[in-house]
């Protein structure tokens, strides 16, 4: 391990690795900066221009732009009372206020610090975590692979808004359904193509991926066109920025029950950091000895719960991706994608067989993280200018990046109709308010619980009891059910304590 370790460190260490890191970094928090682009629209602009790198050069520029990206979205939040990213949401209910009162410098301060510290100690849970689910998931028989798959589907349903669960599931069975597409492993038979030759290799993953996310967010933009941003004015000064850091330090069990709220949330699949930006706020409301204040952007804890739980959650959404191949949110189902491409299937084998390219990755994660705070102390007149930049500018621009990249891909003018194709898709279902997030899943995962299910089915001679009688996967159709049927019931239960008379 300690070779390996070493190796990593020569990787990143290298002056071109650590450019791409920095470039990576200032990119995502300009990107993050502009409410309507999140993290996941900066890593899917940049996944097709890595195409022609190296995996040892992807690496460090990806998570460069994934970690300055979530954490770019707390400037939109607080000066703009719009979230650059949903991961900020909770940050405008008292970022927003504070800055209104004059103390603008206060709450970026806050936030900041509160997202480096939380980061860096989902980046602890994640070289400690990952590396032991990875030598358990070693002992995953095709079985608890299917069943993994089933419970991320119960996960994105049991977390959705109220009245759209069976949506959820409407959505990860297209997804599946589209994942069909194209020549069976098994058989050898072309499936669903209808006659088009170009439908026999079926659809490819990323320019579904950026067409899904993209289209729609681009369109949704249209509509901010003309419309001057009301950014509030900020007096940037260095010494008041620093000066934060003890106020943040002083919130400690807030910044501790935080940074564990968001890597637990990042750890369960397909969920991610705006949920933990939500829960956070909401726990520290709980707990605080002065709650009417919430809201009014007085108290520190306020800005550092929500902002710790959402950069935390960023180190556990990447334990499942790495250990057993399942995104554990958006952004790391594109980072999946990413690795795909370059040949590199994530999963327990990547930690046996590439341990120096798990290592870049820890590795990644804390030199961002360290970029992320020196920019942050220099570059904030620069992201408070990115908040304000015209839509009419940024949309065209970003259209012609996410077309290039598709064709890039493979040279091809059908990765730019499935790009477009898939991008109306998602438009559509924006409209029906069906998420996007299952459709993107039931697409990358859609293959490899067909894959695992005919396995445990050749293995067990077409009985599916194993699925049940195995302890590893009963329990996680088990916590599946669960977590699909305990929600309305407790949901139920708690309105009638509601309704009942005093």
């Not at 564990?260 to 750890?267: A, C, E, R, T």
């Amino acid at each position: 391990m300690y070779d390996l370790f070493l190796s990593g460190v020569d990787a990143v260490f290298q002056p071109w690795t650590l450019l791409a890191v920095m470039l990576g970094v200032a990119g995502g928090l300009v990107i993050g900066s502009i409410p309507g682009l999140t993290s996941t629209m900066a890593i899917a602009l940049l996944v097709p221009l890595t195409y022609s790198l190296d995996i040892k050069a992807t690496i460090p520029l990806l998570m460069g732009v994934y970690c300055g990206a979530i954490s770019g979205g707390l400037v939109g939040a607080i000066l703009l009372n719009i979230p650059g990213t949903p991961a900020s949401a909770a940050t405008c209910l008292d970022g927003h206020p504070m800055a209104a009162r004059g103390e603008a410098v206060r709450a970026l301060g806050l936030g900041v610090y509160a997202s480096m510290i939380g980061g860096v100690l989902s980046g602890l849970a994640l070289v400690l975590i990952a590396p032991l689910l990875a030598r358990v998931a070693l002992s995953f028989g095709p079985w608890e692979y299917f069943s993994l798959v089933v419970f991320t589907f119960s996960c994105i349903s049991a977390m959705s808004p109220k009245g759209r669960a069976i949506k959820a599931f409407m959505a990860a069975f297209l997804g599946i359904l589209l994942s069909l597409v194209g020549l069976d492993e098994a058989s050898g038979q072309t499936r669903l193509t209808f006659g088009f030759t170009a439908l026999e290799s079926g659809f490819y993953e990323l320019p579904a991926l950026i067409g899904l996310y993209a289209i729609p967010q681009l369109l949704a933009d249209t509509d901010d066109i003309g419309r001057a941003a009301k950014v509030l004015k900020v007096r940037y000064e260095l010494g008041t920025f620093v000066r934060t850091f003890r106020e943040v330090i002083s919130c400690r069990r807030d910044l501790a029950r935080s940074t564990v709220i968001g890597i637990i949330i990042g750890i369960l699949p397909g969920v991610g950091p705006g949920l933990s930006n939500i829960v956070a706020y909401s726990q520290a409301h709980r707990a605080s000895r002065r709650p009417e204040l919430f809201g009014k952007g007085v108290l520190p804890e306020s800005i550092v719960s929500p902002e710790a739980a959402n950069n935390a959650s960023m180190g556990g959404a990447l334990i499942p991706m790495l250990t057993l191949g399942i995104p554990g949110d958006a952004s790391t189902l594109m980072m999946l994608g990413a690795f795909m491409l370059h040949g590199i299937d994530p999963g327990p084998l990547l930690f046996r067989d590439h341990g120096d390219i798990i290592w870049m990755v820890f590795i990644s994660f804390f030199v961002a993280f360290f970029f992320c705070t020196v920019l942050y102390h220099f570059f904030i007149p620069l992201t408070v200018k990115a908040v304000s930049v015209p839509r009419q500018f940024v949309v065209p621009v970003l259209l012609i990046l996410c077309t290039v990249g598709c064709y890039s891909l493979n040279n091809r003018m059908f990765d730019v109709y499935c790009f477009l194709g898939f991008g109306l898709l998602g438009y559509f279902l924006n409209i029906a308010r069906v998420p996007v997030l299952p459709v993107i899943l039931g697409l990358i995962l859609g293959p490899m619980a067909e894959r695992q299910l005919s396995l445990a089915l050749a293995f067990g001679n077409e009985s599916v009891l194993p699925f049940l009688t195995r302890p590893v996967s009963g329990g996680i159709l088990l916590i599946a059910a669960l977590s699909i049927i305990l929600p309305p019931l407790l949901g139920r239960r708690r309105r009638r304590f509601e309704d009942a008379p005093a």
